[in-house]
């Protein structure tokens, strides 16, 4: 009886072998890890913003993935990364016939730079934003605003992932 190729042990190894190489030569990566932030300085500290709040907890686990140890915010004599003008914005953009509100542009900022242990600028200053458009029936408003929380936990993880490859790529180049 004649075996087609497809099912043949070697053939699905061949295939997945392949497909392996593939995905891992296009420079996949899953969503919210990031390998590349070899370049930026370890231990460092972040300032600026609330520990608590979302974007540090995303920054701070982004980073530790990433493989920098973090110090906590007093210690002296670490670099640091400093994040200032964190705010989160919320807009109108189109009502319904019955004069309602059914979309938003939601819209996250925050700036930072990186500076040495010695104060000297590695990273200027720069100002990054996230934004996304959020459609909220009338009829479905706990659903919409449940879809808003994770829509801004989302642009959180962007806007996290944005400063690494800003300060990577750009640590990198002043060197």
């Given at each position: 009886m004649y075996k087609t190729p497809v099912n043949s042990p070697f053939a699905a190894?061949?295939?997945?072998?392949?497909?392996?190489?593939?995905?891992?030569?296009?420079?996949?990566?899953?969503?919210?890890?990031?390998?590349?932030?070899?370049?930026?300085?370890?231990?460092?500290?972040?300032?600026?913003?609330?520990?608590?709040?979302?974007?540090?907890?995303?920054?701070?686990?982004?980073?530790?993935?990433?493989?920098?140890?973090?110090?906590?915010?007093?210690?002296?004599?670490?670099?640091?990364?400093?994040?200032?003008?964190?705010?989160?914005?919320?807009?109108?953009?189109?009502?319904?016939s019955r004069n309602k509100a059914v979309e938003f542009e939601l819209i996250e900022f925050a700036s930072f730079n990186l500076r040495s242990a010695a104060g000297k600028q590695l990273v200027p200053q720069q100002r990054l934003k996230v934004i996304r458009i959020q459609y909220r029936p009338e009829v479905a408003v706990l659903g919409s605003n449940r879809e808003a929380e994770l829509l801004r936990r989302d642009m959180r993880?962007?806007?996290?992932?944005?400063?690494?490859?800003?300060?990577?790529?750009?640590h990198a180049a002043a060197r």
């Open positions: 190894f061949l295939l997945l072998a392949v497909v392996i190489v593939t995905v891992n030569g296009c420079g996949f990566q899953p969503r919210g890890h990031s390998s590349a932030a070899a370049d930026i300085p370890s231990p460092m500290v972040i300032r600026g913003a609330a520990e608590f709040s979302g974007l540090y907890r995303e920054l701070s686990r982004q980073l530790q993935i990433a493989g920098v140890e973090l110090s906590p915010p007093g210690t002296p004599g670490l670099p640091v990364l400093q994040i200032s003008g964190v705010k989160s914005e919320s807009r109108l953009l189109s009502v319904n993880e962007e806007l996290a992932g944005r400063i690494i490859q800003r300060l990577t790529t750009q």
